[in-house]
């Protein structure tokens, strides 16, 4: 572990104080997304489903859901889609660059729901960068079986296409689906919930992992409540402006809660009795 | 531990200079323009003793409209946090002032505490006002916040014309009398009638008789039709103005400012009425209808805010009803809500 010298204990003191990582790596995924491993100046312990906030001295701070493997680590993976401002920079930054983050933030996905059950991942475009650490913790544990029903915009922009086949060998019933296809693709074409057929589990007896646009885990949640998984079980992770990710700036407010403290994680079930972000559902 | 004492009106000035040589001293004073706001104090003379019960709100001086986090040096690429340990006495708050800052402590530091935030109340010591006069907009007397508070204050002075009744609650605040032992004086059964008095005399001029109570429970009967909000979000001018005057509305953003060497991190006050509030990645506005976020300001003060944090979001100060261009300020809402509970209709004109 390197711990290079520095005043102790930074983020104890300070919430809002970001810590030092080198960026050592940038993989290309597709035309505007990036896989980030860091090498941070201290460690940090994070589990799937939770965020930092990641930034650029001068250009500011974006929530990133952690993308590797639940751990204790001075490593740390981020996977990033460059959509504006922040996210732009961060993209023009290369390997040696620093980034600076804080966190874990908010809760993690309650992987005990899975104990015993069947596993269904729902993800559209980015939203598989929080859901790889999981899949990733369900082949290692090797008793879950899992189906992965993955949607993007095209064939082209399948994040973590590589970890796709991967998972498809150790076991993961991997489901692909693109809204256009390009020549060439011979898989499925359409949303994700046109494809519950190849989930090959018992929805009353498994458990839902969705993340995605919300229009999607809008669809996911109420087709698969419909199909009888209790909504205790039907978990998803929301997206929201944050600004701070420690429940003071009150940008991602909803209702009781704050989403960056108390979410991003939550089943179907508190979404529905909060009525988190008035989704109307 | 709460303890009282005499303070003769003629004493005052030699203990404001004796604390003003000991920390940095903030009262309400003149500004340029003639309006009285509260300012740190240069000439003791020039405290307006007299101000009207409503300044602006003391939010400035915890959180203030513009704050700097950190400043990144890129030269040595370091790190610094500039968290205010300046140690400051506040004089002429009033009550609603200090109970809003008790609830804003329990936002701020109970729960992952904000290291700005809290450092500057650590370090202020608060000498508040008893309101002879209350405002013709405040309603304080409905929400046990103000005029007169039974707890939950440094110092409280109450006026009793040639002399001031005073009282302490925290350890800093007692020490700060016990160094100053000669000026105050053990209160006498009169000095007690008097505070009764004067207590009584400042209840019974409240104009507004406001029930957020009542409110509330209105609201969650869903007796509330979405017309009614969407009556008062016609009204609404989008300025922000009822935030930035609320002494508990806290909603902040954080930009970054590149300088030649130096980036600095700030976060300053925003509003969750403008719509860019919610903004997502690729301009998705959650919260575009406007009705929303009229609902989400008043929801939050009567519904949330005492579900999570045991106080209203709202201390009754009146200020959104100064400033408020559309008249739908808390009090104004609060009045037509309750006439829809008497005549158990909705009234959508000038209520
Ligand atoms: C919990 C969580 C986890 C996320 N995980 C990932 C991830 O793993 N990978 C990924 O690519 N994206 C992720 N996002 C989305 C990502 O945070 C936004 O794409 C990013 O904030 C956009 O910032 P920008 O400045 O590039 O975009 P712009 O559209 O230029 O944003 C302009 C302004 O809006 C703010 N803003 C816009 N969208 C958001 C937002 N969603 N949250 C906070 N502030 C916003 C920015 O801070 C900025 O100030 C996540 C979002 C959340 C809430
Ligand atoms: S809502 Fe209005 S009356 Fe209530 S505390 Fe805020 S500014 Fe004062
Ligand atoms: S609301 Fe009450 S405490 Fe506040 S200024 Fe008015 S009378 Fe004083
Ligand atoms: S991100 Fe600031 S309150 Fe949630």
Same mark, same amino acid.
């Given at each position: 572990m390197k711990v290079k010298n520095r005043e102790p204990a930074k983020q104890e003191n300070n919430i809002y104080r970001p810590i030092k990582g080198t960026i050592e790596r940038i993989k290309k995924q597709t035309s505007d997304v990036s896989l980030f491993t860091l090498e941070l100046e201290e460690p940090v312990h994070y589990k799937a489903g939770q965020f930092f906030m990641v930034s650029v001295w001068g250009a500011g701070e974006v929530p990133i859901s952690v993308t590797s493997l639940a751990r204790k680590s001075t490593r740390i993976e981020f996977c990033i889609r460059r959509v504006g401002m922040v996210t732009g920079r961060i993209h023009?930054?290369?390997?040696?660059?620093n980034l600076w983050i804080r966190g874990p933030y908010g809760r993690a996905f309650p992987l005990e729901l899975a104990k015993g059950r069947d596993v269904v991942i729902v993800a559209g475009g980015i939203g598989i960068a929080p859901l790889r650490p999981l899949i990733e913790t369900f082949m290692k544990r090797k008793k879950y079986k899992v189906s992965l029903l993955y949607g993007s915009r095209s064939p082209d922009d399948i994040v973590y296409l590589d970890e796709t086949r991967k998972w498809k060998q150790q076991g993961v019933n991997v489901v692909l689906t693109v809204d256009r296809p390009t020549d060439g693709w011979k898989g499925n074409v359409g949303l994700v919930t046109t494809l519950w057929h190849l989930a090959e589990v018992d929805f009353k007896k498994s458990v839902a992992f969705i993340c995605g646009p919300e229009v999607m885990i809008r669809a996911a949640m109420q087709d698969l409540f419909f199909f009888g998984m209790p909504e205790e079980r039907i978990i998803t992770t929301l997206e929201a402006h944050m600004k701070c990710g420690v429940g003071k700036c009150g940008h991602c407010y909803a209702g009781k809660l704050y989403i960056c403290k108390d979410g991003p994680v939550f089943s179907y079930k508190e979404i529905k009795e909060q009525s988190i972000l008035n989704l109307g559902f | 531990m709460k303890r009282e004492w005499i303070l003769d009106k003629n004493h005052l000035s030699y203990w404001l200079r004796q604390l003003r040589n000991q920390m940095q001293l903030i009262a309400p004073m003149r500004d340029q323009v003639g309006d009285i706001v509260f300012k740190q104090v240069e000439h003791i003379h020039k405290i307006e003793l007299n101000c009207p019960s409503l300044l602006p709100s003391?939010?400035?001086?915890?959180?203030?409209?513009?704050?700097?986090?950190?400043?990144?040096?890129?030269?040595?690429?370091?790190?610094?946090? $500039?968290? $205010?340990?300046?140690?400051?006495?506040?004089?002429?708050?009033? %009550?609603?002032?200090?109970? *809003?800052? !008790?609830?804003?402590?329990?936002?701020?530091?109970?729960?992952?505490?904000?290291?700005?935030?809290?450092?500057?109340?650590?370090? %202020?010591?608060?000498?508040?006002?008893?309101?002879?006069?209350?405002?013709?907009?405040?309603?304080? +007397?409905?929400?046990?916040?103000?005029?007169?508070l039974k707890q939950g204050f440094d110092i409280q002075l109450t006026d009793l014309g040639d002399r001031y009744?005073?009282?302490?609650?925290?350890?800093?605040?007692?020490?700060? +009398? #016990?160094?100053?032992?000669?000026?105050?004086?053990?209160?006498?059964?009169?000095?007690?009638?008097?505070?009764?008095?004067?207590?009584?005399?400042?209840?019974?001029?409240?104009?507004?008789?406001? $029930?957020?109570?009542? %409110?509330?429970?209105?609201?969650?009967?869903?007796? +509330? #039709?979405? $017309?009614?909000?969407?009556?008062?979000?016609?009204?609404?001018?989008?300025?922000?103005?009822?935030?930035?005057?609320?002494?508990?509305?806290?909603?902040?953003?954080?930009?970054?400012? %590149?300088?030649?060497?130096?980036?600095?991190?700030? &976060?300053?006050?925003?509003?969750?009425?403008?719509?860019?509030?919610? &903004?997502? *990645?690729?301009? +998705?506005?959650? !919260?575009?209808?406007?009705? #929303?976020?009229?609902k989400r300001w008043f929801f939050h003060k009567l519904i949330h805010y005492p579900d999570v944090l045991e106080s209203f979001g709202c201390v009754g100060c009146g200020r959104c009803t100064v400033t408020c261009p559309g008249r739908i300020d808390m009090a104004s809402v609060c009045m037509k809500l309750k006439s829809i509970a008497l005549n158990g209709e909705e009234i959508t004109d000038e209520g």
């Open positions: 023009q930054l290369k390997e040696g660059d | 003391v939010k400035e001086f915890f959180l203030p409209q513009y704050e700097r986090l950190f400043e990144y040096s890129k030269k040595d690429d370091r790190v610094v946090d $500039s968290i $205010s340990k300046t140690k400051r006495v506040i004089f002429g708050l009033r %009550s609603c002032d200090v109970a *809003a800052l !008790n609830t804003l402590d329990r936002f701020f530091i109970d729960e992952m505490p904000d290291p700005y935030y809290k450092s500057r109340r650590e370090n %202020s010591l608060l000498i508040s006002i008893v309101c002879n006069n209350p405002d013709p907009t405040c309603f304080c +007397i409905g929400l046990d916040t103000g005029p007169y009744f005073v009282q302490a609650e925290s350890e800093w605040a007692i020490s700060i +009398i #016990k160094n100053y032992h000669f000026l105050f004086s053990r209160p006498q059964k009169s000095d007690y009638d008097d505070q009764y008095e004067v207590l009584l005399s400042s209840k019974a001029r409240f104009q507004k008789r406001i $029930s957020l109570q009542q %409110s509330r429970q209105l609201i969650k009967s869903g007796r +509330i #039709k979405d $017309s009614f909000w969407q009556g008062i979000t016609s009204r609404c001018f989008e300025c922000g103005g009822c935030v930035y005057q609320c002494p508990l509305c806290t909603c902040f953003t954080v930009v970054d400012r %590149s300088y030649n060497d130096t980036v600095e991190r700030a &976060r300053l006050w925003d509003s969750c009425l403008f719509k860019g509030f919610t &903004r997502l *990645a690729g301009g +998705i506005l959650p !919260n575009e209808e406007r009705i #929303k976020r009229t």
